[in-house]
């Protein structure tokens, strides 16, 4: 009976010894896939480093972007002014070198009605004056011929 009782203890033993190798190597299984996971989650937590060291330096960028281009639409702001008035003075010249050029059109208008004016007299002179020689020419005609009359006429007598 006592060899009974031994071999069901050491059968006992045996299978708790199996039970617990079991035991043993499930946990070993567990850590290693413990193991496993802590290793993804680290290369994980190494990435989510690198891609908000990735955003941020994309963010600073921008950012740096965004401060260049404001800094240069500040320039282009002031060249702007600076141009639009460079442009109002240049305008404002125009402005008195066309008025001046009306002033000085108005004049010529002026001067060319009295051109045409004094160019109506002169024709209107010129006209009496060949009418003036076309009476002096018909009086000659008439004074030569009275001449050449007189002339035969003394000659006759």
């Known amino acids: 009976q006592r060899?009974?009782?031994?071999?069901?203890?050491e059968a006992k033993v045996d299978s708790d010894t199996k039970a617990l190798e079991?035991?043993?190597?499930?946990?070993?299984?567990?850590?290693?896939?413990?193991?496993?996971?802590?290793g993804e989650?680290?290369?994980?937590?190494?990435?989510?480093?690198?891609?908000?060291?990735?955003?941020?330096?994309?963010?600073?960028?921008?950012?740096?972007q965004l401060i260049s281009r404001e800094t240069k639409l500040a320039f282009d702001e002031v060249a702007i002014r600076e141009k639009e008035s460079l442009l109002d003075a240049r305008q404002a010249r125009l402005n008195d070198q066309a008025a001046k050029l009306e002033e000085k059109q108005e004049e010529l208008r002026s001067s060319q009605e009295a051109v045409q004016v004094a160019m109506l007299q002169v024709n209107r002179e010129r006209d009496q004056v060949e009418r003036e020689k076309s009476k002096v020419d018909s009086l000659q005609q008439v004074v030569d011929s009275t001449k050449e009359s007189q002339n035969k006429l003394e000659a006759e007598i």
């Open 22 to 38: 079991l035991k043993k190597l499930a946990l070993q299984r567990q850590e290693n896939q413990l193991e496993s996971r802590e």
């Open 41 to 64: 989650i680290a290369a994980r937590e190494i990435n989510i480093t690198k891609n908000e060291q990735d955003v941020r330096q994309v963010q600073q960028e921008m950012e740096d």
């Open 3 to 9: 060899q009974e009782s031994l071999s069901e203890q």
